[in-house]
């Protein structure tokens, strides 16, 4: 447990920067019109989304040495979302997503110890090493999963909101999804309520382009996923997901009007996974230019670091210790989450149900 | 240190696999993310990447290599300023962490599946049970409260009972709210919630559209989230639609979340045949919510039952499935008139104590169950008569000392026959009581067809009193 609490001493640092507009920051864009970070936003999702790219990789090599089993779906390409939305969002707004969730859970502040060892399924797991990779929560950072059954998150997201506006408190759910799973029926049913009652929640729909082998295209009639609430007259925008401003910008706007009574807003961010759907999946049903060209073009990691140097928020150096920073975290966690032990046996029959008087 | 690059996995079951083609060359430089190897299985084709910065410092297995054992040293990285003189020459292949453990874990006596109750009896170990098998918490319920002397008894209808329930829950406690078809405005569509908005208002009775699945789902994020939400089915045929939402988020989210997030919430509704709605409006679903872990299951039969039991239900931290019954509505019981009523869940009431067989039932069966008893005992036999009332934890208990007692049982219900209610009583008394056996212990259940719409064949698809007393008659050798 020692080991765990000091895991958390760089917390402080961690925590997302005040929130200010491009006017404010006083800094030109480096695309024309860019909505601009300042210094401490851009080496907080700089540091942010190298934590989860380098936290997957990790992930990626414990899975190949039978470390970590069943199912992972590692986020790596995709870090610029969960990065710039966290950003937006304030203490206290839940999160909830299907299952490439680790980077869900890193951006929310959760010990990577902990996500880790659910990872290996040991006893200091974020679950009692009970979950796994696709079923992980955290209540006290409002995190609510970590959910394997494509878009059921939805409705639960929604309940979520429903919980904030029952009670008069000003928080938001952040409710992530596929574009796979968003052509489950439940989305809909929970779009048409979240309207009906003008619930705050934000849906976030991280369309990285292809559910599982199957391609938007190729499973949707109409691929404008930012207009699915059209129906329930519920405003969307398409997002540059690879650029962490626009991701940013934009959750802004959705989070506000949310939060101020609107209802809900969606944002479809076009993103991209750099790996398969799990770690069992060759992805052979997309070329490997199309690959090479997201990562060398479009790396939501490489655009920070490159608008960091040449505004000189910090130098090379600086970067290499943060980088190196980050590799001890993450190297921490896979220790950790190596040594740990299984759970006790005894485990085993609890957390079923709650036994009266307990 | 040099790092080594093991070949790696592509699933957990995978052991072995050909090393396809080298990317890299010794003495290139990488970063993480670069492809540098192919490898290849019977299933599939997949691209290895750096982990890790530095040199490609030694390559040890050549290109086009098969049946490279997994988490064997492909090649070694080297970071900056180390040489490639420090590899070992030929590094033996490290055996998988996990597979070595599992190893181990194989020769570990399996778990029991037995849920906590059946470790009650002596006879309940399965055979090749060992000493590794962690035991199970022991679940025991309480007893009904004892009435304060002097009671007023008044007579309700189980309507009635469901109605005053949620309303005292929801004068006590502003987390508890309801949602569902009709339940506001309309009052109901079988009046269970009549008067409540007028008196909670519109943000606690809250009207949703059609649409079971998305608001079955909104229920349990919200009580995720800490509310205590009832969701009113309007009937249980219709929360099949949304049984995703109740076994795979409701019932497993203690477990997943290693204990951390609660699902406090009632699905609740009415259960089983009505009269003459067909096969689609007549399902008992009893026996599928039972079979759930982290569920917790009850279907009483009286109104005092329903009132005591919904309370308890609402209150309690756990996901609720509360199974009522449209036809029992307008059935009258005497209920005790207090301020708080509530009954302890997973405890079977004791109807009636007798000596020659043992009846057990719920909801609506105790109609059948009641009224054949009162028969028999008119015949001279000496029936005990039990109502479960709480499914799931089944207070097994009570039943195993009443057969134990009585050495005979009959289980009487409407849900179909095969995995029913009754066809797990009948097996744990297998187990747990065989030796006190005088008779085949004997199930009544609904027919094994989907319900008919003629009067005459929904009749003889449901179970009746006639045949009760004829199981009766056939495991106490009357007949």
Known sequence: MAKKAAARKTAATRKAPARKTAAAAGRRPSRSNAPALDKEQELYAYREMLLIRRFEEKAGQMYGMGLIGGFCHLYIGQEAVVTGVHMASKEGDASITGYRDHGHMLVAGIDPNGVMAELTGRASGLSKGKGGSMHMFSKEKNFYGGNGIVGAQVSLGTGLAFAYKYRGEDNVSLTYFGDGASNQGQVYESFNMAKLWDLPVVYIIENNKYAMGTSLERASAMTDLSQRGASFEIPGEKVDGMDVRYVHEAAQRAIAHARSGKGPYILEMLTYRYRGHSMSDPAKYRSRDEVQTMRSEHDPIEQVKQRILSEKHASEDELKSIEKEVRAVVTEAADFATNAPEPDVSELWTDVTILAGS | ?479
């Open chain 2, 1 to 479: 240190m040099p790092t080594d690059i093991l070949m790696p996995a592509l699933s957990p079951t995978m052991e072995e696999g050909t090393l396809a083609k080298w990317l890299v060359s010794e003495g290139d430089n990488v970063a993480p993310g670069d492809v540098i190897a192919e490898i290849e299985t019977d299933k599939a084709t997949m691209e290895v990447e750096a982990v890790d910065e530095g040199t490609i410092g030694k390559i040890l297995v050549a290109e086009g290599t098969e049946g490279v054992p997994v988490n064997s040293v492909m090649a070694v990285l080297l970071g900056e300023g180390e040489s490639a003189d420090t590899i070992a020459a030929t590094p033996s292949p490290q055996p998988s962490p996990q597979k070595g453990e599992g190893a181990m874990a194989a020769t570990v006596a399996l778990p029991s599946t037995s849920p906590p109750e059946e470790e009650v009896g002596a006879s309940a170990s399965a055979p090749g049970e060992g000493a590794a098998t962690p035991s199970s918490p022991q679940f025991s319920p309480a007893s009904d409260p004892d009435l304060p002397t002097g009671v007023q008894m008044v007579e309700m209808t189980v309507r009635q009972a469901l109605n005053e329930a949620m309303a005292e829950e929801m004068r006590a406690d502003d987390d508890v709210f309801i949602m569902g078809e009709e339940v506001a405005e309309y009052q109901g569509a079988y009046k269970i919630t009549q008067g409540l908005l007028d008196e909670f208002g519109a943000r606690r009775v809250v009207d949703t559209p059609i649409t079971e699945h998305g608001f079955a789902g909104i229920g349990v994020g919200a009580a995720f989230a800490g509310l205590k939400p009832i969701v009113e089915f309007m009937t249980f045929n219709f929360a099949m639609q949304a049984i995703d939402q109740i076994i795979n988020s409701a019932a497993k989210q203690l477990y997943m979340s290693g204990g951390q997030v609660q699902a406090p919430i009632v699905f609740r509704g009415p259960n089983g045949a009505a009269s003459r709605v067909g096969a689609q409006h007549s399902q008992d679903f009893t026996a599928w919510y039972a079979h759930v872990p982290g569920l917790t299951v009850i279907a009483p039969y009286s109104a005092a039952d329903a009132k005591g039991l919904l309370k308890a239900a609402i209150r309690s931290p756990n996901p609720v499935v509360f199974l009522e019954n449209e036809i029992l509505y307008g059935h009258s019981f005497e209920v005790p008139k207090m301020d708080d009523f509530v009954l302890p869940i997973g405890k079977a009431r004791m109807v009636r104590q007798g000596t020659d067989v043992t009846i057990v039932s719920f909801s609506i069966g105790m109609k059948y169950a009641s009224e054949a008893t009162e028969k028999l005992v008119a015949e001279g036999v000496d029936v005990e008569l039990i109502d479960l009332r709480t499914i799931r934890p089944l207070d097994i208990e009570t039943v195993l000392v009443s057969v134990k007692k009585t050495g005979r049982c009959v289980i009487v219900e409407e849900g179909w026959p095969q995995g029913s209610v009754g066809s797990d009583i009948s097996a744990r008394l297998m187990e747990q009581a065989f030796d006190y056996l005088d008779a085949p212990v004997t199930r009544i259940a609904g027919k094994d067809v989907p319900m008919p719409y003629a009067a005459n064949l929904e009749k003889l698809a449901l179970p009746n009193v006639d045949e009760v007393i004829a199981a009766v008659n056939a495991v106490t050798y009357r007949s």
